[in-house]
């Protein structure tokens, strides 16, 4: 079965400092990784995606996110954190071998202080 | 930028009453789905929907939902007779492609409260 998790559901980093939101999956052939932030009272946004080629990919707002096939995870990092950062962070993923459904983990609340 | 947007913001119902909620997707985007969100909760799949017939839905997508998409512009999700438990944002999201290897764009949301 396809899962996905997010193992801390608040991540409290202060500003300037780097974060780390972490994501750990299980699909059915190679997967499909995704990162969504949902800023209060907002739809979710796109952040960025992995789904072939180099294991590290970048997006939106400066936050990039690291493909480790071996452990199976897909963490999310930024190497200064600013407070507008905080917001709630998705990782979803489907896989190849899997119907087009994406599967969504819990959400993890990064709170970042001044 | 084009977008995804999402009426009405905010309903609040009777338990029993019936809601429509609309969508209206990116104009050349060719999917669509619902999501619902419980307060606080995870990001919940409701359905999808692609050629004016439901793709895929989740176990939450009883018959109490259905989804149609009338005019070619706007896409709707019905509840017949609301629950309690049918209390949430609920989210609309288009994409260009089926695979999954695009990202998808989500509308703010509508969120229902039912008493």
């Known amino acids: 079965a396809q899962s996905v998790a997010q193992p801390e559901d608040q991540v409290n980093v202060a500003e300037g400092n780097p974060l780390t939101v972490k994501c750990t999956y299980s699909?059915?052939?190679?997967?499909?990784l995704f990162w969504y932030v949902q800023y209060p009272n907002r739809g979710l946004q796109f952040l960025l995606k992995?789904?072939?080629?180099d294991n590290l990919v970048k997006g939106s707002y400066g936050f990039e996110a690291e493909f480790n096939k071996s452990q199976t995870s897909f963490h999310l990092k930024k190497p200064s954190a600013l407070v507008s950062d905080s917001a709630l962070y998705f990782c979803a993923v489907s896989g190849t071998d899997s119907n087009y459904q994406l599967i969504w983990g819990a959400g993890t609340k990064l709170i970042i202080k001044p | 930028e084009p977008e995804v947007t999402q009426t009405p913001s905010h309903q609040v119902t009777q338990m029993g009453q019936e809601v429509i909620l609309r969508c209206v997707p990116i104009s050349n985007h060719l999917y669509f789905y619902w999501y619902r969100q419980i307060l606080g909760q995870k990001v919940e799949f409701l359905v999808s929907f692609y050629n004016n017939e439901i793709s895929e839905k989740s176990e939450i997508f009883d018959d109490q939902f259905s989804v149609e998409r009338p005019d070619g512009s706007n896409f709707t999700l019905k509840i017949r007779s609301t629950k309690l438990e049918d209390s949430a944002m609920y989210f609309c999201?288009?994409?260009?492609?089926?695979?999954?290897?695009?990202?998808?764009?989500f509308g703010e949301g509508s969120r229902l409260t039912v008493l």
């Open positions: 699909v059915s052939g190679n997967p499909y």
């Open positions: 999201a288009s994409s260009e492609s089926r695979d999954n290897t695009g990202e998808l764009f």
């Open positions: 992995y789904i072939t080629g």
